[in-house]
Structure formats: C-alpha cells, structure tokens
C-alpha cells in the first residue's frame, strides 16, 4: 500500500542506452514531480505534470522526456544515457499544484551510468 | 531569483543537545517553507512546514521560526536522540505560482549518543 511507488529501485546500464522509470502514487493526487539528487545530495526539480499537462519544465536536456498517461502515473525516459545521468531519480506528488502542498517522494529509483 | 542558503553544512552534536539550522531565501514573495529529513538511502519526509502568516510553529521536539523581514527561516530539535541523525533540507517555495520548492544544500546532523 506504498503511497508513491517507482521503479526500478535499481538501475544499472551503459552509456548510449534509453531507459524508463515507472511511477504511480495511489493517493488521488493531481500533481506528480519528478526531482534528481546527484552524488553530492542536491535535490532539484525536473519536471512537475497536474493533471497530465506539463506545468514544470526545468532546464533539463531533451533526452529527458516526461510521460503521463493519467493523473496517477507519471514515467521519465532517458535516451542516450550519459555518466553524469547517474543520480538518484524521485518521483513525488502532491494534492494540488497550488504552493503550499505537502510534497510526498517516493522511494527513488538508483540510476548508475557506466 | 532561485537562490536557498542552508547552515550550517554539517552540525554533529551530543545527544540530549540542541540543534538549530539556519535557511536563507531570496524569493522575497515566497509564502511556504518546509523542512525536510532524509535518512541515509531513504526518501526525502517532510518534518514541519510553516506558512507566512505564522512565525512559529512547533510539534513535539522540533519547531520552525520564520523571519520573512530577513527572509530566514531556522529549525530547531530539542532533546536531540541518535534517531535524528541524517541530512535536514530546507525547500522554501519558488513564487511562480505553481508548488515549486527549491532545496537547500542539505545539513548533515549527526547525534552522538
């Protein structure tokens, strides 16, 4: 009964490859995020979806593309991965999209780049 | 602009101590202001938030106090156990409109028992 579930935990691969990270929370909510903690624990925003429309766009490279089929779900896939990708990957939601919601991250998902 | 200053880096104390950690912002209309542990290889969990009207929160063993003048807000663990070791982010909202938090560095508190 995880609230926000992503996956995989863990995720090894080599460089050049595309990889997706699936993400669903269960808590009726209608913004999910998807944020990047690098190695040295900087927690930054990439993107945040309400509803399935975009409403976040950081400055992310385009390799980087959001999905969201519905307000439950929302999966990030990476083309042509490169060694700086490495990173911890958490998905997160909240009940709106307004300040002041209480951000809610799931387990995160480990991205290791070789 | 996204600027967020957290202090200090790391803060190792003796169990039974006081801990106090200090966030700077730049967002002179920012309205929301959490703060966030992260235990070693979990998520980040959101410990007290305080909004603007307010300048004091506290539950149990912890509080946050708001200075909007200064743009600084500080938090504060009392009585501090092993079980509060771990890195404390501040994440103040970004007001654009949407619910952006920008993260501070991280404070890395160690308690020593």
């Known amino acids: 009964d995880t609230a926000v579930s992503q996956t995989p935990k863990y995720l090894v691969t080599q460089m050049g490859n595309d990889k997706s990270i699936k993400c669903e929370q269960n808590?009726?909510?209608?913004?999910m995020y998807w944020y990047k903690q690098d190695s040295k624990k900087f927690l930054k925003i990439m993107f945040s979806y309400n509803n399935k429309e975009l409403i976040i766009n950081e400055t992310v490279p385009n390799r980087f593309s959001p999905k969201s089929p519905d307000k439950a779900h929302l999966n990030l896939h990476i083309n042509s991965l490169e060694l700086g990708d490495s990173a911890v990957y958490f998905c997160?939601?909240?009940?709106?999209?307004?300040?002041?919601?209480?951000?809610?991250f799931g387990e995160g998902s480990w991205l290791t780049v070789v | 602009g996204e600027n967020v200053e957290q202090h200090p880096s790391t803060l190792s104390v003796q169990e039974g101590d006081s801990a106090v950690i200090k966030c700077t912002y730049s967002?002179?209309?920012?309205?929301?202001f959490p703060w966030y542990k992260q235990e070693l290889g979990k998520r980040p969990q959101l410990i007290i938030d305080?909004?603007?009207?307010?300048g004091e929160k506290k539950d149990q063993r912890i509080a946050v106090t708001l200075n909007k003048t200064a743009k600084h807000f500080s938090l504060h663990i009392t009585e501090t156990q092993p079980e509060d070791s771990a890195v404390y982010f501040c994440a103040p909202n970004f007001s654009g409109g949407y619910n952006k938090l920008i993260f501070g560095a991280g404070t890395r508190l160690a308690v020593h028992p």
């Open positions: 997160a939601s909240s009940q709106g999209r307004g300040s002041g919601n209480t951000i809610y």
């Open positions: 305080i909004r603007s009207n307010v």
């Open positions: 808590l009726g909510h209608d913004t």
């Open positions: 967002d002179s209309a920012s309205n929301y």
